[in-house]
């Protein structure tokens, strides 16, 4: 985990005077906020100096907490999120051994509710994503996805014939393995060839414990299975089974099309084609929440008055921006 200490935070602890208990009162930057033999130290140089270390990567930090809050309330989603993801990072730390209230305030923390307000601000960055994404797309786009990703469910049968291996066998033995397995389904097509009824052979042979006492029979979906089965049942018509096994890395399967419902319309599965290409664009482009987060600063009119922190900010964003896109492109 990172430092989270905001600069405004760095700033009041390093104003504190020494021996005296009370914070500097600012005017000018020329109030000493720190002195020794031949030394003094102004608000002025420590602002100066805490520029340099940070300083533009925490006024960010700083500028996205405040309109990220104005723009997402924080509801029972978003708690949830944090308390799902602290239960997370307790569990990491403890299958670690190590202590995860020691490391909260290594990192800064002063407890875990503090390190909980992080979490939460974590998922609004996301939701503000995820807007920005959605408002971007343009409606060539969803066709697109619509006409290329959204089937009518199919309804099928299969039997899955898994090759028997364990962990411990030499590279030979799988293969024999593999090679039996395949044998196995090709001579239950054998037996479909012969007239034997598919879902009779499912019971007595399927390895998939799911289907099996049904005769093999279910509903397919687009993405809800691997993708060799999903192109095995789309190259079969209505009444037809699979003539070679139809090969996935759950083993062998031979598959029966039952029949295909007509693809929905675009108007109906509209939102869901929405949040899915959304959520594929998120996942494929890195640079979406920086992109996001510019377009929320720019809503809100931001400036930057000191040249040097704005020159600092605006290295930090094309720095960013290009890390972001190497790493997406590999």
Known sequence: MNKKKTFALLLVAALMLTGCGKIATLKNGEEVVAKMDGKSITAEDLYGELKKQGGA????NMIDSFIVNKEIKTDEDAKAYADSQLSSYKKSYQS??????????????TDEEEFKEELILEYKKNIVTENYVKDELTDDEIQKYYDDNIFGDIEARHILISPNTKEDMTDEEKEKAEKEAKKEAEDIIKKLDKGEKFADLAKKYSDDEGTASKGGKLTVTYGSVVDEFWDGVNDLKDGEYSKTPVKSEYGYHIIYRISQKEKPKLKDVKEDVIDKLTEEKINNDSTLQTKALMALRKKYNLEISDDELKKSYDNSINSALATNTKNSSN
């Open 57 to 60: 990567v925490t006024l960010t």
């Open 96 to 109: 670690y051994g190590q202590d995860f209230n020691a490391a909260l305030t290594s990192a800064g923390y």
